[in-house]
């Protein structure tokens, strides 16, 4: 069956794709996929101008909070996956066109886990100063993010890969690295989690702060529903990754559609939009060059950024958004 299938695909030419197995969300269609994704694109352009028009206001106010554009920049990638996707539907023999959406849907993503792990720390800080801020933790960090840029840059040119290439041993190979790389972005997920069940369940240290605005009980709530719902799709699509392939005429319920729109762009909606009604910039918001223990409650929100030095604004590169 298997070289059937290659001596098949070996006809057409590189890249190569198989109709015969199984795939989350399957192949896209004109019918069933385009007005699903018309509707998702509309929900990510709304959301785009929602982070990016707090983000310029906010600017404008002199109030620092990266946060509001990474999440605009996010929108906007999701906005491309989409675009690729309704193309993908209406071309269904351009398989360079499958290959760009499934490398935006699985891509971008990457700026919801950066956000929440960085909410999750500024929370873990200020609740216990001195573990928040101890310098081996500090040094992990942009560890963290090194191995987190390396797996998605695997994960990319393996996923490319597979589709240039009727080698078993390179898609073997290609597939165990695209494994490897997804099951780092569920551990870079599971860092928020331990960080939010230390926040929550350990006695809060004598000099714990607060910072931006309302308590820090609203800041667990809605760090606590972000850290569920990205989890949720990490574990996702881990879990898929590594499930043996099922062929197209029985595919399993996590390939389905509904699986796929709702799991892996439903819950993402649910995060960034709840960001915004709760306005996660001014709730989490931190003094500019915040790098040791008492810097969150040194300035309020409504205090000028300008009010500390140039050197201290660029003090620490982990509290910059």
């Known amino acids: 069956m298997t070289i059937t299938l290659q001596a098949r695909e070996a006809s057409h030419g590189p890249p190569y794709v198989s ?68 193309a993908s539907a209406t071309r269904p023999g351009n398989v360079r066109l499958a290959i760009a959406a499934l490398i935006f849907s699985n891509t971008g993503v990457l700026v919801i886990y950066i956000v929440v792990l960085l909410l999750a720390l500024r929370v873990f800080r200020a609740t216990h100063p001195a573990l928040g801020w101890n310098r081996s933790l500090g040094k992990a960090l942009p560890i963290a993010y090194g191995l987190l840029l390396g797996a998605i840059l695997l994960v990319i040119a393996f996923t490319i890969l597979s589709f240039y290439t009727l080698n078993p041993t390179l898609r073997t190979v290609a597939l165990w690295v695209q494994r490897a790389a997804i099951l780092y972005l569920l551990i870079f997920n599971i860092m928020s989690l331990v960080l939010l069940l230390l926040s929550s369940l350990l006695p809060r240290a004598p000099d714990n702060e607060n910072f931006g605005t309302g308590s820090m009980d609203s800041k667990l709530i809605i760090l606590g529903i972000a850290v569920f719902f990205s989890n949720f799709i990490a574990a996702f699509r881990t879990g898929t990754s590594w499930a043996a392939a099922r062929p197209a005429s029985n595919p399993a319920w996590y390939d389905s559609k509904a699986a796929f729109y709702v799991i892996l762009f439903g819950f993402e909606i649910i995060i960034n939009y709840m960001f915004l009604f709760t306005r996660f910039d001014k709730r989490f918001w931190v003094p500019n060059g915040s790098n040791k223990p008492g810097d969150y409650s040194q300035f309020g929100l409504d205090d000028s950024t300008a009010s500390k030095t140039p050197e201290e604004d660029k003090a620490s590169v982990q509290d910059a958004v």
């Open 19 to 86: 109709y015969s197995v199984a795939s989350i969300g399957g192949h896209a269609t004109i019918h069933q996929d385009i007005p699903v994704c018309a509707v998702l694109l509309l929900v990510y352009i709304v959301g785009a101008i929602g982070n990016m028009s707090i983000y310029r206001l906010n600017r404008r106010k002199g109030h620092k909070f990266l946060m509001s554009w990474a999440m605009f920049g996010f929108c906007m990638s999701r906005v491309g996956t989409f675009v690729l996707r309704i």
